[in-house]
């Protein structure tokens, strides 16, 4: 439906007559498959917004809990911005890996009659995903680390492992458990 203006040449305010804007001539039409896709790249927009609040909140709590535990476990103190500075990126690295954990959860359900081939897939899964990111943050909080002049390599990449693997396979199964849930709740009558 076109928008309404009053005629310019109508001289008594009681009879002013709305006229179609002449602007809009024509039935007003709408192009299906770019507003299917307008709200698709809208919903995909959301979605990605979500991964990236969720795994920022993340970042924060944990980098509250180094904030506070690194005292007690290191004896010296580390600033709030070196905490968040190590625990954000950390937990960006999950939000990429965010897609490819939502497909194997939905590829491998947990669902009556599946959930032994589903596990069978999700623990070595679980355990190899959680290396990579583990491998990565490690990569990108710590790069001296991997210079061969620090002679650190080998030592620093085992503590990292110690300190974080198995947190971090318990946030894919998180990340997992989340999806299922959610697609449980949504096929319920």
Do not use: C, K
Request: hydrophobic residues 55%; without cysteine; positive net charge.
């Amino acid at each position: 439906m076109a928008p309404f203006v009053p005629r310019r040449d109508a001289l008594d305010p009681e009879a002013v007559e709305l006229v179609p804007a002449a602007w809009s001539a024509g039935p007003l039409e709408v192009d299906a498959p770019r507003v299917t896709e307008s709200r698709a790249g809208s919903a995909r927009s959301r979605q990605i917004l979500l991964i990236l609040a969720a795994w920022t909140a993340a970042g924060f709590f944990f980098g509250s809990q180094l904030y506070s535990l690194w005292p007690v476990a290191a004896g010296r103190t580390i600033s709030w911005g070196r905490a968040l500075a190590v625990n954000v990126p950390f937990y960006y690295l999950w939000a990429l890996l965010t897609p490819l954990l939502v497909s194997l959860a939905r590829r491998f359900p947990l669902a009556r009659g599946r959930w032994g081939a589903s596990l069978a897939a999700h623990v070595p899964l679980s355990l190899a995903l959680t290396a990579l990111q583990l491998v990565a943050a490690n990569a990108l909080l710590f790069p001296a680390d991997f210079l061969p002049a620090s002679g650190r390599g080998l030592t620093a990449m085992t503590d990292f492992f110690r300190m974080n693997y198995h947190a971090n396979v318990l946030t894919y199964w998180v990340v997992v458990g989340l999806v299922w849930a959610y697609d449980i709740s949504r096929s319920a009558p």
